[in-house]
């Protein structure tokens, strides 16, 4: 029978192919991976480019706009609106209607105070945030007509009619409600009054079951009414409070057990507790920013002590110190503010600063 022989010589050429053809390969590799990495610096490349020129886009912005996101915002705190007013506390229709028109010409925009102390202010360039707060859930603030409408003459109506006159000018604010929530007297009717403003874009914050002064009060009872406040919201919709006024304004001998704390089986945290006076409040950006003791201003013209403490006062302070005041560059996840400010950046915010 013949036989198939294969000299050494052949096998040394085979072996030498198989050698050349894998090195062929490992280089035709090496230059794919190459080529993949060079690729992809060129993307984080262009990447980068583009990140700066956006930024170098939106710092021009925000000078254009001379945007202050560290500046001082107006929480103002409204009670009764009653054509005849009982108090200092009280104000008209007319007078509410007259400070509503006043911010909305001047360039603010209602944000809840939900939305001010977790920094979610989102409203467009070189507007001016205020947070809007009515304490003690008066039916004069908030009813229902048989519509399910908000009744003629109420805060709530007002700021709508302003709203809808004034585009850009939200119709949101923060109710502080207590166990005589709106006159109500079911909870039926009491959920109603809360899903509405809910639903609506509202806010509703605690102001403490029964209205009573913590200043001089024991941990534990402090903890008791507030959590009591808390429950009466909760049981009510399915929404937790982010907030807290203090009655009267008056701080706990321990400032912290407004802000946290549990009581039976409720429990509650807080993003900030709002005092009842004097001043603007410090931007949620700023490292003055308390989240302990939020200042409010009351609503009342100039007169008397509200000569330099009150709503009209201070608007028109913060319009003649415009560089005072909080002025949007109009993006909600940066922080902008001229250079030389840049010390008073909260630390925590500092990855998303944006000083001009």
Not at 232 to 255: C, H, M, R
Not at 320 to 333: F, H, I
């Amino acid at each position: 029978m013949g036989r198939v022989r294969v000299s050494g010589a052949g096998v040394a050429v085979i072996a030498a192919g198989v050698v050349l053809a894998g090195c062929s390969s490992g280089q035709e590799q090496e230059q794919d991976e190459q080529a993949v990495r060079a690729a992809a610096a060129a993307k984080a490349s262009a990447a980068a480019a583009a990140r700066a020129d956006l930024r170098k886009t939106k710092t021009a912005e925000a000078a254009k706009v001379k945007a202050n996101e560290l500046g001082q915002i107006p929480v103002l705190m409204y009670h009764r609106v009653i054509d005849k007013p009982t108090n200092q506390d009280d104000r008209t229709p007319k007078q509410f209607r007259t400070e509503l028109e006043r911010l909305a010409r001047e360039g603010y925009v209602p944000i809840t105070a939900a939305e001010y102390v977790t920094g979610r202010i989102d409203i467009p360039a070189g507007r001016h945030p205020v947070v809007l707060t009515f304490d003690d859930s008066s039916p004069s603030q908030f009813d229902l007509d048989g519509t399910g409408a908000p009744k003629p003459g109420t805060a709530v109506a007002i700021l709508q009619e302003v709203a809808k006159a004034n585009p850009g000018f939200r119709a949101v604010g923060t109710f502080y409600v207590t166990r005589d929530m709106f006159g109500k007297a079911t909870p039926e009717e009491k959920a109603q009054m809360l899903l509405w403003l809910k639903e609506h874009g509202f806010d509703v914050g605690n102001h403490t079951r029964d209205h009573l002064n913590l200043r001089g009060k024991s941990k534990k009872q402090v903890n008791a009414e507030v959590a009591a406040g808390h429950r009466l919201i909760t049981d009510l919709i399915e929404t937790d409070p982010v907030t807290l006024a203090l009655p009267y304004g008056n701080q706990p001998d321990g400032k912290e057990w407004g802000r946290k704390g549990s009581s039976g089986k409720v429990s509650y945290d807080y993003g900030g507790v709002f005092l009842a006076g004097y001043t603007p409040a410090a931007s949620p950006f700023n490292k003055n920013f308390d989240p302990l003791g939020i200042p409010r201003i009351r609503s009342m013209d100039k007169v008397g002590e509200c000569a330099r403490f009150c709503s009209t006062a201070w608007l028109d302070w913060l319009k003649a110190n415009a560089d005072e005041r909080y002025t949007s560059d109009g993006d909600p996840k940066t922080v902008a503010f001229p250079t030389f400010k840049k010390p008073f950046v909260a630390k925590r915010f500092t990855d998303v600063a944006l000083p001009y």
